[in-house]
């Protein structure tokens, strides 16, 4: 990409976002937002990276505090770098949390961060070396999710989002003690807001 391209690319991106800036406030309080992407996401203590369906809904109570709930699906064939045996990383794995974010920033540009409790479902292998086939069994734990992000609310139904979040957990149903399900993401996409109520 030549110099010239890559100054009119930066123009129009600051003047999107003057643009946006004195457009009326989206984001208030009976805003409802919601949205569904794609997260890579790394399980560190098993050195393994999946991809997690993420999908939340998002209510505004004020002009900074937010409700929030969301769940993370394990994709099928989810797997984007494997390198652990089936006793230590679920074969399946379904996160759901639901807590409450605080929003920074003017207007149409937030920041926001978000603490949200919940559970993990997995399907973890039991005795993979002594059963054949190898038997499987589910198991529910709590989990915990902090996340931290930044929104672009462009118009009155859309806005962009981009997100990283870290949770933590332990598989107690497993052949070994416990295995731990502590993981960082990313997620980011068009997302969709409504207001509920007229002002």
């Known amino acids: 990409m030549g110099i010239h391209q890559k100054i009119t690319g930066l123009f129009l991106l600051v003047s999107t976002l003057i643009y946006s800036q004195e457009r009326p406030s989206y984001f208030q309080p009976s805003l409802l937002r ?21 999908g939340f809904v998002e209510y505004a109570l004020e002009n900074r505090i937010s409700v929030r709930g969301e769940a993370n699906i394990m ?14 990383f679920p074969r399946n794995f379904t996160s759901i ?17 978000h603490a949200e409790p919940g559970i993990a479902i997995s ?5 993979p070396f002594l059963i054949v086939p190898v038997a499987y069994q589910w198991s529910v734990s709590p989990s915990y999710m902090l996340k931290g ?3 672009f609310y462009f118009s009155k139904y859309c806005h962009f989002f981009a997100e990283i979040n870290y949770s933590n957990g332990w598989i107690r149903k497993t052949p070994l003690t416990s295995v731990s399900i502590a993981q960082y993401g ?6 969709f807001h409504v207001l509920t109520k007229k002002n």
């Open 34 to 54: 919601a949205s569904a992407t794609i997260a890579p996401t790394r399980f560190y203590t098993q050195q393994t990276t999946v991809a997690l369906i993420n």
């Open 75 to 88: 994709a099928p064939n989810g797997k984007l770098l494997y390198t652990n045996s089936p006793e230590k």
């Open 97 to 113: 949390y639901a807590g409450f974010g605080y929003h920074l920033g003017k207007r149409n540009w937030k920041f926001d961060i």
């Open 123 to 127: 399907e973890m292998a039991q005795q």
């Open 149 to 151: 992000g930044t929104s």
């Open 186 to 191: 990313i997620s980011a996409g068009l997302g």
